[in-house]
């Protein structure tokens, strides 16, 4: 597949072949796939209405069992589930989030999903905008819902609440009674808030956990929408169908707000885009050896930073 009228047949046919190329396409940082992925991404149209979920929480909390079950059920009511993962970590960790597809193993062969691992490398800012980019791709392919999976490290979740319209933040019980392991900007963006493993000898656990959860979003959290915290069993397959309920709920309560969210992070996506492609620009066109110099120089306190940015740039005129 070289050519963009290529990858439209491929997606008219629902080749997910197409789709797992058109994503290693737009993951590519060759000048020619970017072309291409760039001319790929106008020429296709997505006019149906999907949902794009973020499903976050430390590793171990479950999120990929959840995914398994949850996508599984939704497939089963006949809609098609995308997943994609968003890992920072993957670079270092050497393998992706989404690596262990034996969590997956019956989403990754149900012919209503798709499932595709992190791309590794990069900055987090390159791996976001890739994400961005495969649910652009993913839409247009037909998917009802995707879902993102990341791990709660670092600005990773920041960087996923801004790609999806419900953020959904994955708890275990027993992690502590209180929410101090918990860092609060990442509460000030959650939509919902699910703990797992609600069976066997943590289902009471499980049901505390929920109860004080509820009590201190309530507090903190005094907009329209109340992130509701629910329990599921993503083994026994027990609070699905809540969760998805709940989701439902806030995408009515969003209403045409949907269109808002994503356009205003359309624009953050756009500022996102220009500083790193100035940074690009600016490393291309500054001397290796010339920044050297300048970089001892401001060390040294000889020149004053202020000073060192605007001779740089000026050497650019
Ligand atoms: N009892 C129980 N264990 C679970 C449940 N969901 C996940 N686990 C277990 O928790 C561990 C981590 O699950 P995983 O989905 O890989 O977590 P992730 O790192 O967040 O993706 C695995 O051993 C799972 O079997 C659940 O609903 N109930
Ligand atoms: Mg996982």
């Known amino acids: 597949m ?51 979920i973020g499903v976050s929480g430390t590793p171990g909390v479950g999120k990929s069992t959840f995914i398994e079950s949850f996508g599984t059920m939704l497939t089963a009511q006949g809609l098609r589930v995308a997943v994609l993962a968003v890992d920072p970590t993957s670079q270092v960790s050497g ?80 992690a ?34 929920c109860h004080h959860y509820q009590q201190a979003l309530h507090i903190l959290r005094q907009e329209s929408w109340h992130p509701p915290v629910l329990a599921c069993s993503a083994v026994e397959k027990t609070g699905l169908p809540e969760i998805w309920d709940a989701v439902g709920k806030y995408y009515a309560h969003l209403g045409l707000g949907l269109e808002d969210k994503r356009s205003s992070q359309r624009l953050h996506w756009l500022e996102e885009a220009i500083s790193e492609a100035l940074q690009d620009w600016f490393t291309t066109k500054v001397s290796a050896p010339e920044l050297e110099r300048v970089k001892k120089l401001v060390q040294t306190g000889h020149l004053p930073v202020a000073q060192a940015v605007e001779n740089l740039l000026a050497s650019l005129k």
Request: charged fraction near 25%; include cysteine.
């Open 2 to 52: 070289k050519t963009v009228e290529q990858f439209v047949a491929g997606f008219k046919a629902q080749d997910k072949n197409a789709l797992a190329r058109a994503i290693t396409l737009v993951e590519s940082t060759l000048p020619e796939h970017r072309a291409l992925s760039q001319s790929l991404l106008s020429a296709l149209k997505t006019t149906k209405a999907t949902k794009r």
């Open 95 to 174: 393998g992706s989030i989404l690596g262990d597809k034996t969590r997956m193993e019956i989403l990754a062969r149900d012919p209503k999903a798709f499932i595709r691992p992190s791309p590794s490398g990069g900055t987090l800012g390159g791996v976001a905008r890739r994400t961005r980019e495969a649910i652009l791709l993913c839409e247009a392919f037909g998917f009802d819902v995707i879902l993102v999976e990341t791990v709660g490290v670092g600005q990773s979740e920041t960087a996923v609440a801004r790609l999806v319209d419900c953020f959904v933040m994955l708890l275990q019980p027993g």
């Open 176 to 209: 502590g009674d209180d929410l101090q392991g918990i860092k609060r900007g990442i509460l000030e963006l959650v939509d919902m808030v699910v703990v797992t493993k609600a069976d066997g000898s943590q289902k009471n656990a499980a049901a505390q956990a």
